[in-house]
């Protein structure tokens, strides 16, 4: 639908964590988002493209955050104009006292079910204060410069408040962000559920 608006819409054919004959823990994801958006940014002028924003919804809203982090470390900043995310997806460290993980489990999602994702994603721990791999690490310091954002959370999503921590930091880094709470569904419903709810996609 976003292609037939006239824009140009380009999926990046990652490598999913988990496939059933093989797991493909991080870095493996970031890696291939890393080399698609620079083989995008390369054919910019041929492929139509003015400016390359990122998109993605609850792992992938991860996975674009840490693209967009990975960019910055890399020098590489300038091949990405934004980021429109949604439920930036997060570990549990540190996170423990946000309401919505409590009073949001089971709508949909549940704790448990992103315990058993995120074990997937990093099944050894190794990487717990990585930033790209779990951007709400990022410090100040990484966040400045970076492109604006948009933070899109739901409102009986467990992972909500974990979407509003990552988009006060935003703000408290300088960025310029908009966050958007859309009232009343679960976790994923705007995609999911689109035929019932169309008014949230």
């Not at 823990?25 to 940014?41: E, H, Q, R, V």
Request: a negative charge.
């Amino acid at each position: 639908e976003l292609a037939l608006t006239g824009l140009v819409v380009i999926a990046i054919d990652f490598r999913n964590t988990y496939t059933e004959t093989k797991l493909n823990p991080f870095s493996a994801d970031l890696n291939n988002c890393s080399s698609g958006i620079a083989w995008i940014d390369a054919h910019r002028k041929e492929s139509g493209i003015t400016k390359i924003v990122l998109e993605g919804e609850s792992a992938g809203g991860n996975l674009c955050c840490a693209t967009m982090l990975k960019a910055k470390r890399d020098c590489k900043l300038s091949m990405i104009d934004g980021v429109y995310t949604l439920y930036a997806w997060d570990e549990e460290k540190g996170l423990a006292g946000l309401p919505s993980l409590v009073v949001c489990d089971g709508y949909f999602l549940s704790c448990q079910q992103r315990d058993v994702l995120a074990g997937f994603y990093e099944p050894k721990g190794e990487n717990a204060d990585n930033s790209l791999a779990w951007p709400h690490n990022t410090s100040n310091e990484d966040m400045a410069g970076l492109p604006p954002h948009v933070i899109s959370i739901n409102e009986l999503d467990p992972l909500r408040d974990e979407g509003r921590a990552y988009f006060q930091k935003l703000l408290h880094a300088g960025v310029k962000a908009v966050g958007k709470v859309n009232l009343g569904i679960p976790h994923a419903a705007e995609f999911i559920m689109r035929w019932t709810l169309p008014h949230t996609y």
